[in-house]
T-cell receptor, first 117, second 109 residues
Framework: GAVVSQHPSRVICKSGTSVKIECRSL??????MFWYRQFPKQSLMLMAT?????????EQGVEKDKFLINHASLTLSTLTVTSAHPEDSSFYIC?????????????FGSGTQLSVL | DAKTTQPNSMESNEEEPVHLPCNHS???????IHWYRQLPSQGPEYVIH???SNVNNRMASLAIAEDRKSSTLILHRATLRDAAVYYC??????????FGKGTMLLVSP
């Protein structure tokens, strides 16, 4: 079946640095991808919707200047956490719809554990 | 999206069937019922989804009540690898999924 590849799986960085997370659809095209964040013992929270060739749509309370999203091709979306701080430490997960048909399943990446020191 | 209610946790023994309930009394006529699961330190994984009729696939079965106000995910023979958080989500046609707290399934050998 279709696979979403997310990289890196784990990253540790110093406070103030930027971190880029990649999300690739391996055998299908994804005009839309979704970025979630998950804190320990909590559920996934949608951060933003990434749209190929256009600006991302951010959920309320998510700073677009801090979480930069680029969706330059039909198979790649990136999330850059700029000037990361310890409170940004979290599990970040991307996903993509399996097709353009409404109500079809989503494929998820394996997640990126970000730790900011 | 309409809200779902699931037990916080459930326990099962290996090789026994597991019935995971989900209540969604405010479901609308166009809402599909989706189930995903999340193993520790991994992204969610699609399990099954349906609208009105019961559904079966290689992973599980989905039993939907006639009034659609509840559904049950059935794992026919639980294995240790089925230990995960199971999310019941209603989707009205858009691809964004709203995750609740889900049910943590514990499987004992």
């Amino acid at each position: 079946g279709a696979v979403v590849s997310q990289h890196p799986s784990r990253v540790i960085c110093k406070s103030g640095t930027s971190v880029k997370i990649e999300c690739r659809s391996l055998d299908f095209q994804a005009t839309t991808m979704f970025w979630y964040r998950q804190f320990p013992k909590q559920s996934l929270m949608l951060m933003a919707t990434s749209n190929e060739g256009s600006k991302a749509t951010y959920e309320q309370g998510v700073e677009k200047d801090k979480f930069l999203i680029n969706h330059a091709s039909l198979t790649l979306s990136t999330l850059t956490v700029t000037s990361a701080h310890p409170e940004d430490s979290s599990f970040y997960i991307c996903s993509a719809p399996s097709s353009g048909v409404p109500n079809e399943k989503l494929f998820f990446g394996s997640g990126t554990q970000l730790s900011v020191l | 999206d309409a809200k779902t209610t699931q037990p916080n946790s459930m326990e099962s023994n290996e090789e026994e069937p597991v019935h995971l309930p989900c209540n969604h009394s405010t479901i609308s006529g166009t809402d599909y019922i989706h189930w995903y699961r999340q193993l520790p330190s991994q992204g969610p994984e699609y399990v099954i989804h349906g609208l009105t009729s019961n559904v079966n696939n290689r992973m599980a079965s989905l039993a939907i009540a006639e009034d659609r106000k509840s559904s049950t995910l059935i794992l026919h023979r639980a294995t240790l690898r089925d230990a995960a958080v199971y999310y019941c989500i209603l989707n009205s046609g858009y691809s964004t999924l709203t995750f609740g707290k889900g049910t943590m399934l514990l499987v004992s050998p």
